[in-house]
């Protein structure tokens, strides 16, 4: 079981297959359009495809065709765009940009051109070819390019660098494109047809060759076109052959049967699983999202299934199969095949039991759920067959849908605390990860992460928590304001992550004033539970101070609030301080005039941090978390910190103790000569509410 679960995990994470879910994400835009479309040109009323044939001379109706023929109808194209990019990026090459133009030439040399088919070979039915075409073809540049790189001969010292990257790619590329085109040619050759180069088609041809259409060969069917479905392929399509074989007549057969006064037999036909099979589309996608409403316990699985739910109604799944995803999530196979399945089956009994009528007429797959019932049977029991159906569904996918979320929960989490390992690594080594860097192992979970900051953002979803700070005589001195951002999978995230996040997203400034406006409101409502003057310190990263005019633009919002009894201090880090310019010092200066203080965060005798004392733009120092948690058993800790202290008080700067957790660290830091401590000895950080009570109380 363990070595089962340990290769599905080394699959999903594989490169082909991320290529292949990211490739379809991106595509999803074209799905939609395409599918909606369709739908609007085939809508099923008279009065409205009389409209349509007619306004403006048929210029809607055509409109509506060339968009579906550039995006639904080019499926094969726009896949093969959309996985190959996402497969450049995943390799982590400067050649990303070559990768969809290797795939889509391959494709096209394998097939013969575009011209003399008898098929548009970038047609949906077209688009399992063109997937396995695009992997391979992808495979082999990467592994060419990574083979060339070790030729040096071809470099030409001082020539642009994009120049010889394309030279560099000039062997594997002839090399990938011509040896497709023999291949296909070979293929066409040796069968004496073209079509065999649509070899997906041919392939399931020949497994579907000996069935008819019966229960056996409608259950085949539908199982193999959700594994389709389940890997990225449009099952639909691919066996678009298969399903003209197995039953595009039988529609036909029954309606020359009730011509001739007999009654229908053929109970199975495309519109059949259209209508009482794939409701929603593949997977019965509507009783999945029905089901993801009900059960789901995370709010942007919900906002998914609200998304998805008006193109369901049209049996458009793209959005929840991709979104969830279903695609590639092995706890979803089992729903995902079994759904349909159940739903073959209980359709056939009704019909064979007399409680439905066999359906007798063609409807488009566009048609919703309900009407599409009616239509296809003329009969209303149609409509309840579907409803019955849909709750069917919806009680299969629910159980699935905990299971699935809980998995999904385990390993976003997972993600977020390595990339905070990482994060702290970077800090202490003085190498920061650039998350939002393709190169970075988990970039595409940062991306998403630094998404859901920016809403958050706008949204007013980011808060500030407050740690006090309290004197020898217990006295409260003052409160840091404290980030705090909880993500409704990951949960509450580390402040430096978010930071980062947020620099290298492009909104850091936003954040900055988000949050200097949040602390100074907060602040106005202490005042009428003050019992002395308070500081509020303010963390400040070495980000936010690069940003220019930062510092006028903090001193505007804090003189916006008329504080009164409450000062801004504002804390910078030792590592911070170190890119402080002269430019910086007179910005600092400008504010210390204006009555804004400034802390030396995370002190620890550094050279450049004394030279900064000097300069008198601090008024404070805290002391290094990690001394002051060694102070008990660390008599060097003792002597740093008691040098520190001296030092300090010498240059009349307040010494703040961070990290002090208990009376043995508090006492000794007395003895040392610091009177100001915070820790969890005292408090946690607390929201306002739990503040205002802990102020209340110690008044």
Known sequence: MKSASSTISRFQNSISAQSVRNGLTLAIPFLIMGSFSLLLRNFPNDAYQSFLEHFLGGAAAALFETLYTVSLGSLALVLSITISLSYGLLAKTDTFLLYPVVSVCSYLAFCGGIEGHDEYVFKAEWVFTAMCITLLSCILFQWMLRLGSRLRKLHATGAEYLFNISIQSLMPVVIIIVGFGITGYALRTAWGSSNVTNFGSYIFLKIFDQMSGNLFGILLYVVVTHVLWFFGIHGTNTLEAVSQKLFEQNISVNQSLMLAGGAPTEIFSKTFLDTFVFLGGCGCALSFIIALCIRSRKSHNRKIAYVALPSALFNISEIAVFGFPIIFNFTMLIPFILTPVVLTLTSTLAAQAGLVPVVTQSVEWTVPIVLSGYKATGSVAGSILQ??????????????????????????????????????????????????????????????????????????????????????????????????????????????????????????????????????????????????????????????????????????????????????????????????????????????????????????????????????????VKLDGKLVSQLPDNERSKDILSGIISMAHSLNLRVVAEFVETAEQRDMLLELGCSIYQGYYYSRPLSLTDLIGYMDQHR
């Open 387 to 620: 409803l019955v159906n849909l709750s069917i569904g919806v009680f299969i996918y629910i159980p699935f849908i905990k299971r699935s979320e809980q998995k999904e929960t385990l390993a976003f989490q997972k993600i977020v605390r390595r990339m905070e390992q990482d994060m702290a690594a970077g800090e202490e080594s003085g190498t920061l990860p650039h998350f939002l860097h393709h190169r970075y192992p988990y970039y595409s979970y940062a991306k998403t992460l630094a998404m859901d900051l920016s809403n958050a953002l706008h949204r007013g979803q980011i808060e500030l928590f407050y740690q006090p700070q309290t004197s020898s005589d217990g006295t409260l001195h003052g409160i840091e304001a404290l980030l705090r951002w909880k993500h409704p999978v990951a949960g509450y995230i580390a402040p430096p992550v978010l930071i980062a996040l947020a620099y290298e997203g492009g909104f850091l400034l936003e954040l900055s004033r988000y949050l200097l406006h949040q602390a100074c409101r907060d602040a106005r409502l202490l005042e009428p539970h003050l019992a002395n003057d308070l500081y509020l310190s303010i963390n400040i990263s070495s980000k936010q101070m690069e940003e220019d005019g930062f510092f006028d633009k903090s001193l505007g919002i804090i003189e916006s609030y008329d504080l009164g009894h409450i000062h801004a201090v504002m804390e910078i880090t030792e590592r911070s301080a170190m890119i402080i310019s002269d430019t910086l010092m007179q910005d600092m200066s400008r504010l210390k005039s204006s009555g804004i203080s400034f802390s030396l965060d995370d002190f620890g005798m550094g050279h450049n941090s004394i030279l900064y004392l000097q300069e008198r733009i601090f008024d404070e």
